[in-house]
C-alpha cells in the first residue's frame, strides 16, 4: 500500500463467513452495449483480507473498431497483433477461480466478462460479484458522488493512468482494501452478489454499422452471432393489471428485468414480446411484475419493486410463466 493510503487497523477477529480471496478486475471496452467487445483486461489478486497477491494484464484483438480511443487510449493497430479473448480466456479463468469478482460497477464488468466468456464457448468460474458503489453506500462513505476517481481521492490513492485497465484495477484494489477493514470491523456482511454464466446467446449474424468519421459507431461486429441492438415494437394489449399469485402471465403484462441472467437479456426480452407482453425499462407502479435472481438487490428496479409492491420471480419461474401466456381479454376472436 503507498505511503499516502490511509491504513486501518486490522479487524480482529475476522468475520467468519467472509471470502477467501478477491479478484479485483477491470475491463476497457469498445462501447457500453450487449454486443460491444473487451479491448483490454487487468486482476489484482488479494487474500482474504485484502492484501495483493499478483496482478496481471493483457490488451484484446475485439475484432472490430476499437471504439472510444480517446478514452481507453487503446487503437486499431495497437490491437492488431493483440491475443483474441479465447486466448487468454483459460489464464484469466486461473485468476478467478474461487474469487469474489471485485469490480467499480461490477454488473458491468461481469456482465462484459460473462459474454465474451459466452462467445468463446466457455464460461468464468466467478459464483459472486462485489461492487464497491455499493460497499461505499453501505459504509455510508462521506463521497460526492461515486465515480472511482472520488473513492481513490477519499483514500488518498493515486491514480496515474485513468481508463488503463491494469491502473483502474491497481487503485480499486487499493481503496477496496480499507473499505474492506471497515466492514470487517464493523461486522457488515458484505454486498456479494451471484454471477449466472450465459447459457443461451443468438446465432442470427450481426451487421457491421457503416462508418461514420472515420470509425464504427454502434454494437455490431462482423464475426460474432449477437444481434445489434434495436427499438422493440409497441405491445399491442392493454395492461391487465399485475400479475396475481400463483396466477399466469396474461398478454399486456409489464414486464421489467434486472440483474444477472442465466439466458441472455436480450433473449428473455424476445421471449416476453414475442408472447405479447411489454417489456418496460423500468419498474413503476404499472409494472406488472419484475424478473430477477437477486430480489433483495440493490439495483434500482429491485427498489423500487419493494418500494411499490411489485410482484417479483426469478428467472426460472418466469421461463415456467413463459410457456402458458394466456391471452388479452376481448381481443383474440
Known amino acids: 500500500m503507498p505511503d499516502n493510503v490511509t491504513e486501518f487497523p486490522p479487524a480482529t477477529p475476522w468475520p467468519t463467513g467472509y471470502p477467501e480471496g478477491y479478484a479485483v478486475v477491470d475491463v476497457e471496452t469498445t462501447g457500453l452495449g450487449?454486443?460491444?467487445?473487451?479491448?483490454?483486461?487487468?486482476?489484482?489478486r488479494l487474500d482474504a483480507r485484502g492484501r495483493v497477491e499478483d496482478h496481471w494484464y493483457s490488451p484484446v484483438n475485439p475484432q472490430r473498431d476499437p471504439g472510444p480511443v480517446w478514452i481507453h487510449g487503446l487503437t486499431g493497430a495497437m490491437l492488431a497483433d493483440a491475443p483474441l479473448f479465447a486466448e487468454i480466456a483459460p489464464t484469466l479463468a486461473e485468476r478467478l477461480a474461487g474469487r469474489v469478482l471485485v469490480a467499480h460497477n461490477a454488473v458491468f464488468?461481469?456482465?462484459m466478462l460473462a459474454?465474451?466468456?459466452?462467445?468463446?464457448?466457455s464460461t468464468a468460474p466467478v459464483e459472486h460479484?462485489?461492487?464497491?458503489?455499493?460497499?461505499?453506500?453501505?459504509?455510508?462513505?462521506?463521497?460526492?458522488?461515486?465515480?472511482?476517481?472520488?473513492?481513490?481521492?477519499?483514500?488518498?490513492?493515486?491514480?496515474?493512468?485513468?481508463h488503463h485497465a491494469l491502473d483502474d484495477a491497481r487503485v480499486l484494489a487499493e481503496a477496496f482494501r480499507p473499505s474492506l477493514h471497515l466492514a470487517a470491523a464493523a461486522e457488515l456482511p458484505l454486498p456479494l452478489h451471484a454471477c449466472r454464466p450465459l447459457t443461451e446467446w443468438s446465432q442470427v449474424p450481426a451487421a457491421v454499422p457503416a462508418p461514420r468519421h472515420g470509425r464504427l459507431?454502434?454494437?455490431?461486429y462482423g464475426r460474432g452471432g449477437w444481434r445489434p441492438a434495436r427499438k422493440r415494437p409497441a405491445c399491442p394489449y392493454p395492461n391487465p393489471g399485475r400479475l396475481a399469485p400463483g396466477g399466469p402471465l396474461v398478454q399486456g403484462m409489464r414486464v421489467a428485468f434486472s440483474g444477472d441472467t442465466g439466458i441472455?437479456?436480450?433473449?428473455?426480452?424476445?421471449?416476453?414480446?414475442?408472447?405479447?407482453?411489454?417489456?418496460?425499462?423500468?419498474?413503476?407502479?404499472?409494472?406488472s411484475l419484475l424478473v430477477?435472481?437477486?430480489?433483495?438487490?440493490?439495483?434500482?428496479?429491485?427498489?423500487?419493486?419493494?418500494?411499490?409492491?411489485?410482484?417479483?420471480?426469478?428467472?426460472?419461474?418466469?421461463?415456467?410463466?413463459?410457456?402458458?401466456?394466456?391471452?388479452?381479454?376481448?381481443?383474440?376472436?
Request: aromatic share 4%.
Open 129 to 162: 460479484r462485489l461492487c464497491t458503489i455499493v460497499l461505499a453506500k453501505e459504509l455510508r462513505l462521506p463521497l460526492a458522488n461515486h465515480k472511482l476517481e472520488t473513492l481513490a481521492a477519499h483514500y488518498g490513492v493515486v491514480q496515474r493512468r485513468a
Open 264 to 287: 441472455d437479456r436480450e433473449l428473455l426480452e424476445d421471449r416476453a414480446t414475442d408472447a405479447g407482453l411489454h417489456v418496460a425499462g423500468s419498474v413503476s407502479r404499472l409494472t
Open 217 to 220: 459507431h454502434g454494437s455490431g
Open 115 to 121: 459474454r465474451e466468456y459466452a462467445r468463446a464457448r
Open 34 to 44: 450487449r454486443d460491444d467487445r473487451i479491448v483490454s483486461a487487468a486482476v489484482y
Open 109 to 111: 464488468d461481469w456482465s
Open 292 to 333: 430477477t435472481n437477486d430480489p433483495e438487490g440493490f439495483t434500482g428496479k429491485a427498489v423500487k419493486a419493494r418500494e411499490v409492491g411489485t410482484p417479483v420471480v426469478d428467472e426460472r419461474t418466469f421461463a415456467e410463466l413463459l410457456k402458458a401466456v394466456q391471452p388479452a381479454s376481448g381481443v383474440h376472436g
